[in-house]
């Protein structure tokens, strides 16, 4: 998942910013670093991201994300109609 976030999204094995001197380092080199980068990163947010249970997630999602969508189609509806962007 690190690679393929490396090489999709942040360039791969181009270094970081366009300056001629990063150049130098091979790409294989930056390849690396970036992709330990995105792992330490996805391991900081899992291990202070709380773990909600299976129950925790189902009432989160029935109770709180479920009318809070309701709302938002309500009003962005609401406001699409009332200035005539709708088509």
Known sequence: ????????????WLPPID???LYLVPGFIWF?????FF???FSWVMAT???YRYDQLMR?????FLPMSLIFVFV???????TGHYS
């Open 1 to 12: 998942m690190c690679a393929l976030n490396t090489l999709l999204f942040f360039g791969g």
């Open 19 to 21: 300056w001629a001197p």
């Open 32 to 36: 690396f670093l970036k992709t330990l």
């Open 39 to 41: 792992f330490f990163m």
């Open 49 to 51: 991201v709380p773990r």
């Open 60 to 64: 989160l999602g029935w109770k709180i």
């Open 76 to 82: 962005i509806s609401g406001y699409l109609m009332a």
